[in-house]
């Protein structure tokens, strides 16, 4: 559908909010961390609080309040009536009290901001040039372990909020055939490994990942008591000499795996899938495709997260369209048996070996 055409006076006040959109950002994650938003959020119900309500109940400066609630109200985070009294505005709640909103901040401010100041260096380089804010790595995935705290929270509760939402769907969907043995292709953690062995009591699980992050997946899988049925073997997927992987596997299990490579590097892996698999074996992909969401603010969100891929993680992947995905499986020898919606942001791409004719 075509968008009416902006006024001059419009379009004007909107790259001026991009023009200062740092500011509005540090504004909000100034007035979250400080408490100033629940604080006038709680006030709301009796017609807003004044400054000088905030700054003797809080011990913040009327100065330092004044500059940020300023910012906040030409931003339309808050209100202020004719009595001086602010009151959140629905904006305000959202970035206050929205739990997607919340993690989609925390991530934006503790793992990507520094780092996109080199965002037109790791478009000239195609390497993840803001990656040396956070540490000196040739990629992400290698320092995800080494993360402080703090950062490491802001990463993986990101990185879950859109795959925790779908798991019980996911493990309905991966178990539809009652595999045996699931090689989990990038299991981080090592969260889905141990949901499928609380699903069924009889499924091993082989998950496939660098290092780090396996090292911490078999150590929660042994907490959880699922360490005789999760094993783990080491593989640095962007490495010359990856090993192929071992036949056997009743289903490969790649959920928001693919998205972290290059395509060429996602034919690889690929085609190191399709040479593991018989013509029984089903690998089934699970991703986000910025050509399948319903709503604008989920595609933006998407194409946001290809801005940290070439900053910081590892500047050549992105989140991809559905058709890239689907021709690069093509290419890989596979075959696309069925494409399912998964909850609300998620695709499903059910693939088997393609047998000669």
């Known amino acids: 559908m075509l968008k009416k055409p902006m006024r001059a006076f419009d379009a004007l006040q909107e790259a001026q909010k991009i023009a200062f959109a740092p500011f509005i950002f540090q504004t909000v994650v100034s007035l979250k961390k400080l408490g100033i938003l629940d604080f006038i959020f709680n006030n709301n119900a009796k017609g807003g609080v004044t400054i000088q309500e905030i700054s003797k109940v809080m011990s913040i400066s009327e100065y330092g309040l004044g500059v940020l609630l300023e910012m906040a109200e030409s931003s339309d985070i808050v209100t202020k009536d004719e009595s001086h009294r602010y009151e959140l505005t629905k904006i305000g709640y959202f970035l206050n009290y929205n739990p997607v909103t919340g993690v989609n901040i925390d991530f934006t401010n503790d793992i990507c901001y520094k780092g996109l ?175 399948r969401q319903k709503f604008d603010s989920a595609k933006l969100v998407l194409e946001a997260t290809s801005l940290y891929f070439t900053a910081l993680a590892n500047g050549n992947s992105k989140m991809y369209k559905s058709d890239e995905f689907k021709t690069l499986i093509g290419e890989a020898g596979l075959t696309v048996t069925a494409d399912e919606q998964l909850g609300e942001y998620h695709t499903v791409l059910r693939c088997k070996k393609r047998q000669a004719s």
Request: with cysteine; aromatic share 12%.
């Open 117 to 291: 100041f080199h965002l037109k260096e790791a478009i000239e380089t195609g390497s993840p040039s803001g990656l040396k804010e956070l540490g000196n790595w040739p990629n992400i995935y290698h320092g995800l372990s080494k993360l402080t705290d703090k950062e490491q929270k802001a990463w993986f509760e990101f990185d879950h909020y859109y795959s925790d939402e779908i798991f019980q769907l996911a493990l309905e969907t991966l178990f539809e055939k009652k595999p045996k043995l699931v090689y989990d292709i990038g299991g981080n953690t090592g969260k889905f490994a141990i949901a499928c062995c609380a699903f069924d009591e009889n499924i091993k699980v082989r998950i496939f990942d660098l290092p780090g992050q396996l090292s911490k997946a078999l150590a929660n899988a042994k907490k959880k008591g699922f360490s005789n049925r999760i094993s783990g073997t080491e593989v640095d997927w962007l490495s010359n000499d990856v090993p192929e992987l071992p036949k056997g596997a009743d289903t490969i299990w790649m959920c928001q795996f693919l998205d972290c490579f290059s395509k060429e590097e996602i034919l690889k892996i690929l085609s190191l899938a399709a040479k593991a698999m018989s013509a029984e074996t089903e690998l089934i992909i699970t991703e986000t495709y910025t050509d």
